[in-house]
């Protein structure tokens, strides 16, 4: 049974790309020989270390054993028992399948490709495992740890030996296959023998060299180092060489500063890998998972991870993963091309592999990691921890079949640890460098995904994810009360129409699987996608081209109280077909929530497109609303769509699955020139609610929407809130390039919060007209050129797409 123990015993994420920083081994090397003449010290740093005593690799081995098996959990009780009595099963199953020929070891798994080599050495680890975990009905079975060494010593004389020269996919001979032999030889230490183990070290040494640890670039960044490194620091302890060890832990140094470029973790809290594609769900889960069982193998040995620059890995369980974490689930806006797996055709259980499980993933590696944090982060770790547990009531967390013991062992600790439960959090995130946005208000969350040259619109790969052109072109997730908390998780990307995908403005223009290329090469050439945020509220927009498409348009989302304020204009195509905003494509689950439109009920007339001209509101029962001020021809679909997994994965299964759906979108008619849109996103209104909010023409006027400027104002929260895509002026605001602006006007001040989305590093120079009596305090970069009857900012936005402030107190 896989679990995050154990590499996924399915085609990973693989073939990192791009550049990132250049930081050569000699570098970094001296680095870490550096802090450590200097007495940097880590979070286990207190426990006396005797340099010139031999290691205690015994007791290091017996770390990484309690990493994989557990700890602390009863045997006998659930859900536990079953889970051993299941693992058991499983390995005698595998047992029983094991037929070593020429060209494999288990029927259906040939060593050509090499995933089928991978896949091999993770059922040897699941016998393993079973062999040394109690209560599995085959603890201690001396025929089963045979079998597994006989496995071991048949792979590595018919194709994991430094005879070998790679094929394929490197990722499953540096990680998938390494991770899983070391596993199994240190769950069989006492049974391998030492010719089988120096046998699979060997091995490992031909197909990751040390030379992998030279530069900082290419297949060795971000999650892969942390990967590489995790390989090496076992190599060593199995090996007894502590030179592998210490490059293992040296070797790490690179990965935790902030990047400005290619992979790694920003300042902001985004999380990219492959260069260009946003990845905190799936690698950066990878890398906090990775780092949190290194830190606990080695915190208080001589190979302790001192690098002060720990610290940032840390600060980003708050900073960079936790926002991205909704009631247990983790957004699939950055989870690449995951987001196509679903139930995977080697995976004898067939789980579901969703948001939820995702997060769940993150959750447990956040509890592993808070073994090695100082108590303070421990406390607020366990607390969130705890609070996703609570609340993801789509999936439960503490039964995720997904986890082995160890894994659940450590989430059962935490959820009964005395302390407090955090509550669901409410503010804004922006992450300008992965171009993402997320907005959290009480009972609701929406998530945006855009593009840019910075960011790709999607990525595919290994056969995955091949239809996911459309993901970054503003589509907008949302979550409104309980029951929508499963709405991407149930089965949506085997179902959803691709061509329909929330909030997203597309040309209809069919597309061929991966269009534009694979591995995050498909980018817009198009530089604005980000926004401006008090960490409250937020204006957020994007200069939108089409993949593969002359289409192009501006699009802003203000995100204020109890709404997302939706604006779209410019819309431009010439490419001989209808292009099309689609308000929503809710996945409706089991039920049939009643639609309202104008305040009339809409039955359900499955496989018809109804359209309703000059519509002002609708409402879905246990969703939420839609208000359109302006009034819109909505065009309404309910439909069932059936696909399967395998339609989107190669590697997934091909039985077929149906779900009911609602589709709203309104058609620009055929190569429109500079159509607009505008409405009003309601997550957990009640109808009465959004009815009223249609009739109410004063709650917000729209100040611009055009392709040069779109602007809000919503007079009962003091907002103005603007998206400038080229200089001008906007009522009394005025700007002298692109920028993103946010005025919140109080009794006693008015803030203004200034952004450059298109991250060109050039000042913005910023007018208000109206009379200021004093500045009250401004951020690094903004400069005031004058407060009087008229105010006049230069603010340098630099880069990064940060946002700067300055409050005055107006006249």
């Known amino acids: 049974m896989p679990h995050a123990s154990r590499p996924s015993p399915w085609p990973s994420w693989s073939r990192p790309l791009g550049p990132g920083g250049r930081w050569s081994r000699r570098r970094f090397l001296g680095a870490s020989a550096a802090a450590l003449a200097a007495g940097a010290v880590g979070p286990g740093a207190s426990q006396a270390r005797a340099h010139a005593a031999a290691p205690d690799w015994a007791g290091l081995r017996e770390r990484w054993l309690r990493l994989l098996l557990g700890t602390g959990f009863d045997a006998g009780a659930e859900p536990y028992a079953s889970r051993l009595a299941r693992l058991g099963d499983r390995a005698r199953q595998l047992r029983a399948a094991m037929d070593p020929r020429d060209g494999s070891l288990f029927p259906g798994h040939p060593f050509d490709p090499p995933s089928g080599i991978t896949q091999s050495y993770v059922r040897l680890a699941v016998m393993a495992e079973a062999y040394r975990q109690p209560g599995t009905g085959v603890t201690g079975d001396k025929g089963l740890a045979e079998a597994a060494v006989t496995g071991l010593a048949h792979l590595h004389t018919r194709v994991y030996h430094p005879g070998t020269e790679r094929y394929g996919n490197w990722w499953e001979w540096q990680i998938g296959s390494p991770l899983a032999l070391l596993d199994t030889l240190t769950l069989l230490h006492g049974e391998t023998g030492t010719a089988v183990r120096e046998d699979g070290l060997r091995a490992i040494d031909h197909f990751l060299p040390e030379s992998v640890f030279d530069e900082y670039t290419g297949t060795s960044t971000g999650a892969n180092r942390v990967d590489f490194c995790r390989v090496y620091a076992l190599r060593g302890i199995l090996g007894e060489a502590p030179?592998?060890?210490?490059?293992?832990?040296?070797?790490?140094?690179?990965?935790?500063?902030?990047?400005?470029?290619?992979?790694?973790?920003?300042?902001?809290?985004?999380?990219?890998?492959?260069?260009?594609?946003?990845?905190?769900?799936?690698?950066?889960?990878?890398?906090?998972?990775?780092?949190?069982?290194?830190?606990?193998?080695?915190?208080?040995?001589?190979?302790?991870?001192?690098?002060?620059?720990?610290?940032?890995?840390?600060?980003?369980?708050?900073?960079?993963?936790?926002?991205?974490?909704?009631?247990?689930?983790?957004?699939?806006?950055?989870?690449?091309?995951?987001?196509?797996?679903?139930?995977?055709?080697?995976?004898?259980?067939?789980?579901?592999?969703?948001?939820?499980?995702?997060g769940h993933q993150l959750a447990a590696a956040v509890a592993l990691l808070g073994g090695a944090a100082a108590p303070a982060e421990r406390r607020r770790w366990n607390a969130l921890v705890r609070g996703w547990i609570a609340r993801d009531t789509a999936l439960p967390v503490l039964t995720d079949r997904q986890f082995g013991v160890a894994d659940l062992a450590r989430l059962h600790a935490v959820a009964e640890e005395d302390g407090e439960t955090a509550p669901g959090p409410v503010g804004h995130r922006l992450f300008p460098a992965m171009a993402r946005a997320v907005h959290r208000r009480p009972g609701w969350c929406a998530n945006i995904a855009m593009a840019s040259d910075r960011v790709a619109y999607y990525e595919a790969g290994n056969g995955e994810n091949p239809r996911g052109w459309h993901t970054g072109a503003g589509m907008l997730y949302w979550w409104g009360p309980e029951g929508t908390l499963d709405t991407y998780g149930d089965h949506f990307w085997p179902t959803v129409d691709w061509y329909r995908l929330p909030g997203t403005t597309v040309s209809t223009k069919r597309l061929p699987d991966n269009a534009g290329g694979e591995w995050g090469e498909p980018k817009p050439a198009e530089r604005w996608a980000g926004g401006a945020t008090d960490g409250e509220f937020a204006a957020v927009g994007q200069h939108l081209a089409g993949l593969e498409s002359t289409l192009t348009a501006v699009k802003s989302w203000f995100c204020v109280d109890d709404a997302v304020v939706c604006l779209g204009a410019g819309i431009t195509a010439r490419d001989g077909v209808p292009v099309e905003t689609v308000y929503d494509n809710r996945n409706l689950g089991a039920a049939a929530p009643e639609l309202t439109v104008d305040g009339a009920r809409r039955p359900a007339a499955p496989g018809v497109t109804r359209t309703r001209a000059g519509a002002r509101w609708a409402h879905l029962a246990g969703h939420g609303g839609w208000v359109w001020p302006d009034g819109t021809g909505l065009r309404v679909r309910?439909?069932?769509?059936?696909?399967?997994?395998?339609?989107?994965?190669?590697?997934?299964?091909?039985?077929?699955?149906?779900?009911?759906?609602?589709?709203?979108?309104?058609?620009?008619?055929?190569?429109?020139?500079?159509?607009?849109?505008?409405?009003?996103?309601?997550?957990?209104?009640?109808?009465?609610?959004?009815?009223?909010?249609?009739?109410?023409?004063?709650?917000?006027?729209?100040?611009?929407?055009?392709?040069?400027?779109?602007?809000?104002?919503?007079?009962?929260?003091?907002?103005?809130?603007?998206?400038?895509?080229?200089?001008?002026?906007?009522?009394?605001?005025?700007?002298?390039?692109?920028?993103?602006?946010?005025?919140?006007?109080?009794?006693?001040?008015?803030?203004?919060?200034v952004a450059g989305p298109a991250r060109t590093g050039e000042p913005v120079e910023l007018v208000w007209d109206r009379p200021v009596a004093a500045v009250l305090e401004v951020d690094e970069g903004v400069e005031v050129l004058a407060a009087g009857p008229r105010l006049r900012l230069r603010v340098s936005t630099g880069t990064a797409g940060a946002t700067l402030t300055c409050t005055v107190l107006a006249r």
């Open 638 to 753: 309910h439909e069932e769509r059936t696909g399967a997994w395998s339609d989107i994965n190669e590697g997934s299964t091909t039985d077929r699955v149906t779900r009911r759906y609602l589709t709203l979108w309104t058609d620009h008619g055929t190569d429109p020139r500079g159509a607009a849109y505008s409405y009003l996103l309601m997550p957990g209104a009640s109808a009465r609610e959004v009815a009223v909010r249609a009739a109410d023409r004063r709650w917000m006027t729209v100040d611009a929407n055009t392709a040069r400027q779109q602007a809000v104002t919503v007079p009962g929260l003091g907002l103005t809130a603007a998206n400038f895509h080229a200089p001008g002026t906007v009522g009394d605001l005025t700007v002298d390039r692109p920028a993103s602006v946010l005025v919140r006007a109080e009794p006693s001040r008015t803030t203004f919060c």
């Open 243 to 358: 030179a592998k060890t210490a490059l293992a832990a040296a070797s790490l140094s690179p990965v935790f500063p902030y990047v400005t470029e290619g992979d790694g973790l920003y300042r902001d809290g985004s999380f990219i890998q492959h260069t260009w594609v946003p990845y905190s769900g799936t690698y950066g889960y990878v890398l906090l998972d990775g780092l949190g069982r290194l830190f606990t193998l080695l915190d208080g040995t001589e190979w302790e991870i001192t690098d002060p620059n720990r610290q940032v890995v840390h600060d980003s369980v708050e900073r960079a993963y936790a926002p991205l974490v909704h009631d247990g689930l983790m957004m699939d806006s950055v989870s690449g091309r995951a987001i196509s797996r679903g139930v995977l055709r080697q995976d004898p259980e067939g789980i579901l592999l969703s948001d939820h499980t995702r």
